[in-house]
């Protein structure tokens, strides 16, 4: 029960010009007694990137005329994904017969403002138009995988990441009876992914739901079915919390819930963050909002495979909070008058505070997702890499296999690329399968495959390693687990 609030206990907002924006933000700074150094970046896509991460944020078409909001929609966030014109009512209105223009219109206004996508949502058992319920349901599988391979084709290249299952869970656990599950049963999930990876295989692909964020029974439910997806080999990279939370209840085991996800190997981002409060919303309850974005931004950069946060919207004067759950609002960073919230400033300065994330290397390019793990110190005892390594050639690098974890038919190694006595700029690590494995996914490397041997190298961000130092790359692969020689070259 919400305690009664007086007036002078109330939020009030008052119309700013943006030539006070920074002040306003210094100001809320130091009231809340925030320590933000010389250094520290002024907008949170600036000082996510210097963690390795980004922030995002939804847009709608609708939103797209407001130029307020785009503004500072542009200003701050460095990942959109599109608050519905992604969606299958939106895409494929009628059997057969897609419509791109309004998800389009999305891609051009980030493309034009340097920021990137995600793409929202490919199967989900809302916003589905009517006619798919209708279609019989030996032939569902047919239409899903023709609605995935045309829309993921559509916008290959142009989204960084999907979420081609979009809120599969039921709270206890289970998956929902949806029109997809009648007619595959758990089994959609694999082909929807299949499907998707096989369109744009460079996307990072996400299941994504609410309720997750926590260690519960959902996210219970969730954990198992990502363990068997990736013991199949099935195209899973990410885990998506939307994280719709409720002041002062963001969930104690946020992290390492997360923590559990990524250390199958997968990706794991916060979607869609808002925060309600019960209105009127009065100044403690904004400063817990504070409370509670700090947070979830420093339990996002505990986690090296937390690639970023979106919230939900920009503002809170458009968003979905009011018309879902009424009496509710202000969930948003920013009030209705474009004014930065407690929420804002605690968000930024969780990114502005501590160095990078033990993951990132010195050379790791702001844009782009953390390395999967930290690097292994020059001081671990040899014994903890059951491999054999290769030495140094010419002394530029090396290159060890580990075995993290397997399962029947599958297993997740990680690579640890290491310069020798000068750096390294860019990097090549080959080997060859001794018994027919094959990878099923790989991150932080760019993979090529030729039969049994196997080629990686260096993504944008991790080629540079310094005299000593390494980066590392991982994967899943198909069959038993096995440890190659592996060589390591560098131009
Ligand atoms: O409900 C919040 C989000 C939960 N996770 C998945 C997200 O995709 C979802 O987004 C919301 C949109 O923000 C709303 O804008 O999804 C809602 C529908 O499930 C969206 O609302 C719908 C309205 O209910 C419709 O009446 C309207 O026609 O937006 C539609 C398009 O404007």
């Not at 994967?475 to 038993?480: C, E, P, R």
Request: with cysteine; glycine share 10%; aromatic share 8%.
């Amino acid at each position: 029960m919400k305690p009664p609030t007086t007036g002078t206990e109330r939020h009030r907002t008052r119309a700013r010009g943006p030539a006070t924006a920074l002040a306003v933000i210094a100001a809320g700074a130091v009231a809340l007694g925030l320590a933000i150094p010389a250094h520290a970046a002024s907008t949170l896509k600036a000082a996510a990137e210097a963690r390795g991460r980004y922030f995002g944020t939804a847009l709608t078409r609708g939103d797209l005329g407001i130029s307020a909001e785009v503004n500072l929609a542009a200003a701050q966030f460095d990942m959109v994904t599109p608050g519905n014109e992604m969606k299958w009512d939106a895409t494929e209105p009628s059997k057969g017969s897609f419509n791109f223009g309004s998800g389009d219109q999305i891609v051009s206004f980030a493309q034009s403002h340097g920021m990137r996508v995600r793409g929202h949502n490919l199967v989900w058992h809302a916003q589905l138009p009517a006619w798919v319920g209708g279609v019989p349901l030996n032939q569902v599988q047919g239409v899903m995988e023709n609605h995935i391979t045309t829309e993921a084709t559509h916008y290959k290249g142009k989204v960084y990441a999907w979420d081609v299952i979009n809120e599969p869970y039921n709270e206890d656990g289970t998956l929902r009876q949806d029109v997809f599950y009648r007619a595959m049963g758990s089994g959609y999930i694999a082909a929807a992914l299949r499907a998707a990876h096989a369109a744009d295989p460079n996307a990072k692909l996400y299941i994504n739901d609410y309720n997750i964020e926590g260690i519960n029974a959902k996210s219970n439910g969730l954990y198992s079915l990502a363990q068997s997806l990736l013991s199949q080999g099935v195209p899973l990279h990410g885990i998506g919390l939307e994280s719709h939370f409720i002041v002062g209840q963001v969930p104690s085991s946020l992290q390492a819930n997360m923590e559990r996800f990524a250390a199958l190997g997968l990706d794991v981002a916060i979607t869609e963050l808002d925060d309600r409060i019960q209105m009127p919303a009065d100044s403690s309850e904004l400063q817990q909002q504070g409370t509670d974005y700090g947070r979830v931004v420093n339990a996002c950069l505990a986690v090296p495979r937390c690639v970023g946060v979106s919230q939900w919207g920009v503002d809170d004067g458009h968003t979905w909070i009011p018309g879902t759950f009424p009496g509710y609002g202000a969930p948003m960073m920013w009030d209705s008058s474009y004014q930065p919230k407690p929420a804002y400033q605690a968000a930024l300065s969780a990114l502005n505070s501590g160095t990078s994330s033990p993951s990132q290397s010195p050379s790791q390019s702001p844009s782009q997702s953390p390395t999967s793990s930290p690097s292994v110190s020059p001081s671990r005892s040899p014994s903890a890499s059951p491999s054999p390594s290769s030495s140094p050639i010419g002394g530029a690098c090396s290159a060890t296999i580990k075995t993290i974890n397997s399962w029947g038919g599958g297993f997740q190694s990680e690579v640890t690329v290491r310069a020798g006595s000068a750096p390294v700029n860019g990097w090549t690590v080959k080997w060859s399968w001794p018994g027919g494995q094959s990878i099923s996914s790989l991150w932080n490397g760019r993979q090529s495959t030729s039969g049994s041997s196997v080629t990686v190298s260096n993504e944008s961000y991790n080629g540079s390693i310094a005299a000593g130092a390494s980066t590392t790359f991982g994967f899943t692969a198909n069959g038993s687990a096995a440890t190659p020689t592996a060589t390591c070259t560098s131009p």
